[in-house]
């Protein structure tokens, strides 16, 4: 008696042990034995450019073919049958079939003409259970090659791999539904039990800032550029709107085609194979540092300005004699054979004279260059949404003497990003105020509603960041980048009947590489800049040389050309505004 008492406290303590410790984990076993669940994936988020009416990025329907192996009779038939129909191996289809499983993938992204034809067949072989054809998405880009590096692209089971479909994975990609039914321990259907189905929950659209004609422009001028100049290491622009930071394009050459990303020269090595999909997926206006070369100058320009250390118009303040001696050091303008000779900052802006910019930047000294250079940003990321985004290379402060220094200030020896560029003039452009980048304006829930029962929409808020220099300070470097122009290194970049303002620049691409990164950066119209843009090309090897104002320039002013009558900005606004009148008096 008292062996059987003990035996039934054991056994209580048993029970309740596999009740209250172990029983939400049996729970969900029993449930998995007595069940068969196969996923339903949720449509990815629509991806809209600018203006909200070309999709960029869309999930069509497709189906995704899976069997139930335990309920399926005549195995080798329906083996075969798939094998030939998704162009399958045969041996390998038959041992799906033939497991001991409740479920097993045959085939996904099937187009539903071939999930028509499988319907059928199994009609007419009277097949009713074990092969199951379910919804599924496959990703699909109607431009191909248009903003690739900044759209990005999904793997096999639609997850974003790089760019936007990356970054913004957790909106894109939806809640997955599922099919649940109810099965015998053999893993077959129970009669009489019917289907459960979660719907799934599809992604949430975004709307980008890129505008598909602007990207459009940006990337076949780009193209031409480095195809005519032999850029052995490609290029890329940015147009950026100054006032709240929308990228409108962002071009990069060599690029790909969204809807083959894998696809590479075959003949190659695998090494070299794996390479060039690096390459080509690369966004080098965020991801690669160069240095600017003499576009840079604008930074020490404005520093100047602010610091009242000098004045746009003062004739005769500067004196180009073909070098400026730096600790000991000669510093040799690009022109050091025929010297500028007597300047204004205006006139050095224009002929981008070395020598000016490296006594501004000894008089700022260091610590007051050092404290622009983190104003302007350049001292971390400009934090796009994107991934990828590199930082730039600097001297650390206290190692900077005075040769370095004059180096900096004319643009060399060290290097930055050309989204930090670009937002580096918006800020000038923007009246003295950081204005922050980004690629993505809105987005629209798929699943949430506002009061009048329409999707609803976030708006992604402009950041703008602190006042860099004064409003006054802004209007004198655009001013002056007007004249460059108009009359300096930058009259390529001319467009009739618009005030455009730019700044060429020619760099070393690393030292004694025999290589160069030759640019243009730009704003428009000069009296109200809704655009900024930048151009750059990587080692350009053709016949009309690697100088920004006979390389460079040239594309920008094609853009333009373009750029503003689309954007409907009025040419006689333009001509009759006070800053040029300011400018030319």
């Known amino acids: 008696m008292l062996l059987t008492i003990i035996l039934l406290i054991l056994l209580l303590f048993r029970i309740g042990y596999l009740q209250f410790i172990e029983g939400s984990e049996l729970q969900k076993k029993a ?3 007595q069940t068969s669940d196969r996923s339903v994936n949720p449509k990815r988020g629509t991806i809209y450019d600018a203006t909200g009416e070309k999709v960029l990025a869309i999930s069509s329907t497709v189906q995704t073919i899976t069997v139930n192996p335990t309920i399926i009779q005549e195995k080798e038939k329906v083996a075969q049958k798939l094998s030939e129909l998704f162009e399958l191996d ?6 799906k079939v033939s497991k001991r499983s409740s479920i097993e993938k045959i085939a996904s992204k099937v187009d539903n003409e071939k999930a028509n034809l499988l319907r059928k067949w199994l009609d007419e072989n009277n097949i009713t259970q074990g ?17 690739s590096q900044i759209i990005g692209f999904c793997g096999s089971d639609n997850q974003g791999l790089s760019g936007i479909e990356a970054k913004y994975e957790e909106n894109l990609k939806g809640t997955k539904g599922y099919i649940s039914k109810i099965t015998d321990a053999a893993g077959s259907q129970i009669d009489d039990t019917s289907e459960e189905y979660i719907d799934p929950v599809n992604g949430d659209d975004l709307v980008l800032t890129i505008d598909a004609t602007i990207q459009g422009i940006a990337e076949k001028h780009l193209k031409e550029a480095c195809i005519d100049n032999k850029c052995t290491d490609g290029g890329n622009i940015i147009i950026m709107n100054p006032q709240n930071g929308d990228i409108l394009a962002m071009a990069g050459y060599p690029d790909y085609n969204l809807n083959d990303p894998f696809a590479v020269d075959e003949s190659l090595p695998k090494e070299e194979q794996s390479k060039q999909m690096q390459t080509l997926w690369r966004n080098k206006a965020i991801s690669d540092t160069y240095e600017p070369g003499s576009t840079f100058k604008l930074v020490t320009a404005s520093s100047a300005l602010e610091e009242g250390i000098t004045t746009t118009d003062k004739a005769g303040e500067f004196t180009c004699t073909g070098y400026i001696d730096v600790a000991g050091v000669k510093m040799k303008c690009w022109r050091y054979y025929r010297p500028h000779g007597s300047e204004s900052l205006r006139d050095a802006l224009m ?3 070395n020598p000016v910019f490296i006594g501004l930047g000894q008089k700022l000294g260091v610590k007051k260059y ?5 104003k302007f940003g350049f001292f971390h990321t400009t934090g796009i949404d994107i991934p990828g985004e590199a930082g730039s290379i600097f001297l650390k402060e206290e190692k900077v003497g005075p040769v370095e220094l004059g180096t900096i200030a004319f643009g060399q020896r060290f290097e930055v990003t050309p989204i930090q560029m670009a937002t580096m003039l918006s800020t000038i452009a923007n009246k003295g105020v950081y204005i922050k980048p980004h690629l993505v304006k809105s987005i629209i829930s798929s699943s ?9 929409v976030t708006e992604i808020p402009v950041e703008k960041g602190e006042r860099v220099i004064s409003e006054k300070t802004s209007q004198d470097v655009l001013s002056m980048m007007q004249t460059v122009v108009a009359e300096g290194t930058g009259k390529n970049a001319k467009v009739e009947g618009y005030n455009i303002g730019g700044k060429t620049g020619t760099s070393e691409d690393g030292v004694n590489t025999g290589k160069y990164v030759t640019s243009f950066i730009g704003v428009a119209p000069i009296e109200n800049p809704q655009v900024v843009l930048l151009v750059t090309l990587y080692n ?4 009309g040389g690697h100088q920004g104002g006979g390389v460079a320039a040239p594309v920008g002013g094609k853009i333009f050309n373009e750029l503003l009558p689309y954007l409907e900005i009025n040419k006689e606004s333009s001509e009759n505004s006070d800053m040029t009148n300011e400018v030319n008096n």
Request: charged fraction near 30%; hydrophobic fraction near 15%; include cysteine.
């Open 90 to 95: 045969y041996e390998k289809t038959l041992k």
């Open 370 to 374: 050092y404290s622009y250079l983190r």
């Open 131 to 147: 092969v199951n054809i379910d919804e599924d998405t496959k990703r699909y880009y109607p431009y191909n090659n248009l903003a």
């Open 31 to 33: 449930y998995l034995q």
């Open 448 to 456: 949430e509603k506002d009061e009048n029962g329409n999707p609803k």
């Open 540 to 543: 350009p090897t053709g016949e």
């Open 351 to 353: 002929n981008s004279c």
